[in-house]
């Protein structure tokens, strides 16, 4: 019983998508102290949408994860859970979900839909996103990076349809400024777990980004997307393109708290053997999430106790 239990959680991958739920949180606090029922409704939401999608991604890639040394332990590549319980529990999954939107804001159940259906072209074999270069990548950004802090601002009715107002204008406008930090910061964690799958999907013949530009061109551009995300919301606070400027001494601070973080990346990137790859795809599970987690706190800290 314990077993299966164990198996139903694992396919759940919560770790995979922790960090996401941190972005979420990013939304939902940076522009203002939200209503905390709201924002914690909609991350339930969110959290069972996302397990959805992780499930289905395993349940299609069952055979290649298989084959893979990197996943064979996934519970459905072992057979842990079965493919038919697994459809299963992606039903309830969404199921619980929607109905949930269904009863507390139906108006954001097309947006969850979108999600879902970005996310379901991703794995499924009729499109199959993933093995499509360069659309991989973008597709992982966004929904991994700019769905969920939009789930977030409208968690907090941060967003309006009332789009010609100024008002208004300025907030989507912001929105964007901060989106996209986060964006290239997703598409870069998508290289490095691609990295890790370079011989696998090789032998799958799965064109992905990393297959088709190889290990060192894909290494330099993530490496190159981590630093923009890190500078970009300086340089926009040095512009004053948006009202967070009282955020930047606070957010440069963390930037520094984080140097030995970006000192260790920075060493796992030079000259990459396949020992330093599968060290550089293990910092960068271990610590996305801590980083993504460390800039919502950030953002509480000062929305909840800085006037």
Request: glycine share 4%.
């Amino acid at each position: 019983m314990l077993a299966n239990v164990e198996g139903f959680v694992r396919l759940l991958r919560f770790r995979s998508w922790v960090g996401w739920l941190a972005i979420f949180g990013v939304g939902s606090f940076i522009f203002g102290v939200p209503q905390i029922s709201n924002v914690l409704v909609v991350a339930f939401v969110f959290s069972c949408i996302t397990s959805a999608v992780f499930v289905q991604n395993q349940y299609f890639d069952k055979e290649t994860d298989k084959k893979n040394p990197q996943k064979n332990m996934l519970p459905l590549a072992t057979d842990d859970v079965s493919s038919k319980t697994s459809l299963v529990i992606m039903v309830i999954l969404c199921g619980l979900g929607f109905i949930t939107l269904t009863f507390f804001n139906p108006y954001l159940i097309p947006i969850f839909l979108a999600y879902f259906a970005l996310c379901s072209a991703y794995s499924t074999p009729i499109l199959h996103l993933k093995g499509k270069p360069i659309l991989d990548i973008i597709v992982a950004g966004i929904g991994s990076g700019v769905f969920p802090f939009l789930f977030g601002l409208l968690a907090a009715n941060q967003l309006s349809l009332d789009i010609l107002l100024p008002s208004v204008a300025r907030s989507y406008q912001c929105a964007f400024l901060c989106i996209l930090p986060l964006f290239l910061f997703q598409v870069a964690s998508q290289i490095f777990q691609e990295l890790r799958d370079f011989e696998a999907d090789m032998n799958d013949k799965i064109q992905t980004f990393v297959v088709r530009y190889g290990i060192k061109k894909s290494i330099r551009v993530a490496t190159i997307m981590v630093f923009l995300a890190i500078s970009l919301p300086i340089i926009f606070g040095f512009l004053n393109l948006f009202y967070t400027n009282e955020f930047m001494l606070w957010y440069m601070l963390v930037v520094i708290i984080m140097t030995p973080i970006l000192s260790r990346f920075v060493s796992l990137n030079k000259n990459p053997t396949k020992e330093k790859i599968e060290a550089l795809f293990n910092f960068s599970m271990k610590y996305t999430p801590v980083i993504l987690i460390i800039i919502f706190a950030y953002i509480l800290v000062l929305r909840l106790y800085l006037p």
